[in-house]
């Protein structure tokens, strides 16, 4: 109060008129009209409220179209898909048995330099025996040479041996055939086969190979049986890389042919697991031990590509 004009003029006044004896209610009064003249203190700036609706948005910026393909545009490669490093067996759809003679090494999808490793498994072969055969893309042969098993006599064992080759190209299709011998007469027992890429340059690739189910298995009749009669009935199962037939034939203690036939799978899809049935006419002199063989023939080069048999006891 003692810094308001007004306020001082109000008491200066009643000082006046009445001396320093003013009564106490009229001072009160002169100092209630000073302080309602008294300046309104500055309002203190607060901010708007902001809309409850009101949210901060980010602008889209709009994305430009692609321009059409044309022979200018540059094209996409991409890398040929490569062989899995663990590639599977088929599945079959009926049961067949573990295969008697398994390649590891080179798996499917190969491609390898001189000398080929070949690692696997099978047997029993006669005096542990394993033959082995590069085939050429023209029926050559480019390598053959026999191994051991490495086992003790009469036993399945290991196959390890390398495969020297050469030609005159670059690169060709060939396949490898490992077979085994019977160890009761010598006879071809089994084979079985892999298409492998060779080369003469370049670097090699190779994948592995896991052993499966057997991929043409005998079920009938079975090893050590007695066949009566000129003829046999010859059922099993398995799958073709090509359309096929399969060929049967039985053989005499020597390994010649006395009786042949051929049959279809039960399925027209190659790869698929399939059973097959078959009557054998076979013309035989005398009582003697034999074998009754279902092999799949190769087309092109023409050979071989799965050979499976069983030893039986001839009775005609």
Same mark, same amino acid.
């Given at each position: 109060?003692?810094?308001?004009?007004?306020?001082?003029?109000?008491?200066?006044?009643?000082?006046?008129?009445?001396?320093?004896?003013?009564?106490?209610?009229?001072?009160?009064?002169?100092?209630?009209?000073? $302080?309602?003249?008294?300046?309104? =203190?500055?309002? &203190? /700036? #607060? +901010?708007? %409220?902001?809309?409850?609706? $009101?949210?901060?948005?980010?602008? =889209?910026?709009? &994305? /430009? #179209? +692609?321009? %059409?393909?044309?022979?200018?545009?540059?094209?996409?490669?991409?890398?040929?898909?490569? /062989?899995?490093?663990? %590639?599977?067996?088929?599945?079959?759809?009926?049961?067949?048995?573990?295969?008697?003679?398994?390649?590891?090494? %080179?798996?499917?999808?190969?491609?390898?330099?001189?000398?080929?490793?070949?690692?696997?498994?099978?047997?029993?072969?006669?005096?542990?025996?394993?033959?082995?055969?590069?085939?050429?893309?023209?029926?050559?042969?480019?390598?053959?040479?026999?191994?051991?098993?490495?086992?003790?006599?009469?036993?399945?064992?290991?196959?390890?041996?390398?495969?020297?080759?050469?030609?005159?190209?670059?690169?060709?299709?060939?396949?490898?055939?490992?077979?085994?011998?019977?160890?009761?007469?010598?006879?071809?027992?089994?084979?079985?086969?892999?298409?492998?890429?060779?080369?003469?340059?370049?670097?090699?690739?190779?994948?592995?190979?896991?052993?499966?189910?057997?991929?043409?298995?005998?079920?009938?009749?079975?090893?050590?049986?007695?066949?009566?009669?000129?003829?046999?009935?010859?059922?099993?199962?398995?799958?073709?890389?090509?359309?096929?037939?399969?060929?049967?034939?039985?053989?005499?203690?020597?390994?010649?042919?006395?009786?042949?036939?051929?049959?279809?799978?039960?399925?027209?899809?190659?790869?698929?697991?399939?059973?097959?049935?078959?009557?054998?006419?076979?013309?035989?002199?005398?009582?003697?031990?034999?074998?009754?063989?279902?092999y799949e023939p190769a087309i092109s080069p023409a050979g071989v590509l799965h050979y499976s048999s069983v030893d039986v006891y001839l009775q005609p």
């Open positions: 109060m003692s810094g308001n004009p007004s306020a001082k003029l109000a008491l200066l006044e009643l000082g006046r008129l009445f001396g320093r004896q003013a009564p106490p209610r009229l001072v009160l009064l002169a100092a209630l009209l000073a $302080a309602c003249s008294a300046p309104a =203190p500055p309002a &203190t /700036p #607060t +901010a708007a %409220p902001v809309p409850a609706t $009101a949210v901060l948005t980010e602008t =889209p910026v709009p &994305t /430009p #179209t +692609a321009p %059409p393909y044309t022979d200018a545009t540059p094209p996409i490669v991409l890398d040929v898909p490569l /062989p899995s490093l663990t %590639p599977l067996p088929p599945t079959p759809s009926i049961g067949l048995p573990a295969e008697r003679l398994t390649i590891f090494d %080179p798996g499917p999808g190969s491609q390898a330099v001189s000398p080929l490793l070949v690692t696997g498994f099978g047997g029993p072969s006669w005096q542990g025996r394993v033959r082995l055969r590069l085939i050429g893309e023209q029926g050559d042969v480019l390598a053959d040479r026999t191994t051991f098993l490495q086992a003790l006599p009469d036993l399945a064992g290991r196959i390890y041996t390398e495969l020297e080759f050469q030609f005159p190209w670059v690169a060709q299709t060939a396949r490898l055939e490992v077979r085994t011998f019977s160890p009761r007469n010598g006879q071809m027992d089994h084979l079985t086969s892999r298409t492998v890429v060779l080369l003469t340059r370049g670097t090699a690739l190779l994948y592995p190979g896991l052993g499966g189910a057997e991929k043409i298995a005998v079920f009938s009749p079975r090893s050590g049986a007695r066949v009566r009669g000129n003829q046999v009935l010859v059922r099993g199962g398995g799958w073709l890389d090509t359309p096929g037939p399969l060929v049967v034939e039985v053989l005499d203690r020597n390994g010649q042919v006395v009786g042949t036939a051929t049959t279809p799978l039960s399925t027209s899809r190659t790869g698929e697991v399939g059973s097959f049935e078959v009557q054998v006419p076979f013309d035989l002199p005398v009582s003697q031990y034999g074998r009754i063989a279902v």
